[in-house]
């Protein structure tokens, strides 16, 4: 199949800024590359549910939600293929036949899951299918074969996995599945985007995302709360980088264009930066500037949903057509699997064969 790339987002709510700086930019700029041979994104609605299955409304709602921040963000259905993870049944198969190449004390150490463990409190009740949701991903991964996973750092250790039961299965079957690559964001210090509260992740769990799809009011509203790190007294007083959310979103979204028209008195961030930590400059000037910035770059995609919004049967329309290509791909990759696997039954003429001759005996 050559270079392929897939990637996608549980459907739990809208998508937020962190997910853009993580993986949706980019996502959008290899699109529209055109250096891979498909780009499968899907939404992952399958894994959203094993920490949701008490709520799948939840999880239908937000199917649209997220299509819509797909679309508005630039992703082209006809460069890449949308699809929703439940209705690609294979994934369910391939998962079955993963799970039996991974032992318990594998999943445990990996760190991605004790922390989303430690997140949702499941220390003492973990449900089976959120434990064993990084060989469900492996699955998602290695069924359309893909090269290459766009994903922020934090997934490294879930790609690792993949590329485990990858070489698993092909020492074991024979050579079927194909090891992905993660790819990191460019921007290395925005590779994690912090929440608006300075916790090192923004999750919509903790509340403190600023949502794509969230008005220039609610961008100021969540902008003026931001931390700034540690406290001062006085803009006199020397300004704090080190875990500072405002300049870590600087750094993510600010461009020359924007000191040009909204703080021409600097020419760069590092320049603002210079000044800030010399003292002289209050952080609720750089949070006006920091409002400029995004609002700037968010309009546009909030023009591009209303437009997508005006026509909801399209959307799912674009989703249908997506997870029958999906699907189309996934049916072939099984019958590889299965054939490895040696458990083809009503395909393998030999077999049907070979025992029709031992019975006449």
């Known amino acids: 199949m050559g270079k392929v790339i897939l990637t996608g987002d549980r459907p739990t709510g809208k998508l937020h800024l962190g997910h853009y700086v993580g993986s949706l930019r980019r996502r959008v700029e290899l699109q529209n590359a055109g250096d891979f041979d498909r780009m499968?994104?899907?939404?992952?609605?399958?894994?959203?549910l094993t920490d949701n299955a008490d709520n799948p409304e939840k999880i239908r709602q937000n199917i649209i939600e997220?299509?819509?921040d797909y679309l508005s963000a630039g992703l082209d259905p006809s460069k890449c293929t949308l699809f929703i993870q439940s209705q690609i049944p294979e994934l369910a198969e391939l998962t079955t036949y993963l799970m039996n190449l991974i032992t318990v004390s594998r999943v445990q150490r990996n760190p991605t899951v004790k922390t989303e463990i430690k997140m949702r409190n499941f220390e003492a009740n973990i449900p089976l299918g959120f434990f064993c949701y990084p060989v469900s991903q492996a699955a998602d991964i290695t069924l359309f074969k893909a090269t290459t996973v766009p994903a922020g750092e934090d997934q490294e250790p879930m790609i690792e996995v993949a590329r485990e039961l990858v070489r698993r299965f092909n020492t074991?079957?024979?050579?079927?599945?194909?090891?992905?690559?993660?790819?990191?964001?460019?921007n290395?210090?925005?590779?994690r985007l912090p929440g608006t509260d300075g916790k090192e992740k923004m999750s919509k769990s903790l509340g403190n995302c600023i949502y794509l799809s969230d008005s220039a009011a609610d961008v100021w509203k969540k902008v003026k709360k931001m931390s700034n790190g540690a406290p001062r007294m006085s803009m006199d007083e020397?300004?704090?980088?080190e875990g500072n959310a405002v300049f870590t979103?600087?750094?993510?979204?600010?461009?020359p264009q924007d000191f040009a028209d909204f703080?021409?008195?600097f020419h760069s961030l590092d320049e603002l930066k210079e000044h800030y930590v010399h003292g002289g400059i209050g952080d609720?000037?750089?949070k006006k500037f920091l409002n400029n910035v995004l609002n700037r770059f968010m309009e546009p995609m909030r023009q591009r949903r209303q437009e997508f919004e005006k026509d909801i049967p399209e959307i799912f329309n674009i989703l249908r057509k997506g997870t029958e290509e999906a699907r189309a791909t996934a049916a072939q990759t099984m019958d590889e699997v299965r054939k490895a696997m040696r458990i083809d039954y009503f395909n393998d003429t030999a077999l049907i064969e070979q025992l029709s001759e031992k019975f006449k005996k």
Do not use: H, K
Request: glycine share 6%; hydrophobic share 50%.
């Open 263 to 265: 703080w021409p008195e």
């Open 40 to 48: 499968f994104v899907f939404m992952a609605d399958v894994q959203a």
């Open 284 to 286: 609720g000037t750089c």
């Open 249 to 255: 979103y600087l750094d993510a979204f600010s461009t």
């Open 172 to 186: 074991v079957y024979g050579e079927v599945l194909v090891e992905p690559n993660i790819m990191l964001p460019e």
């Open 188 to 191: 290395a210090t925005a590779r």
């Open 238 to 241: 020397p300004g704090n980088l």
């Open 66 to 68: 997220v299509a819509l």
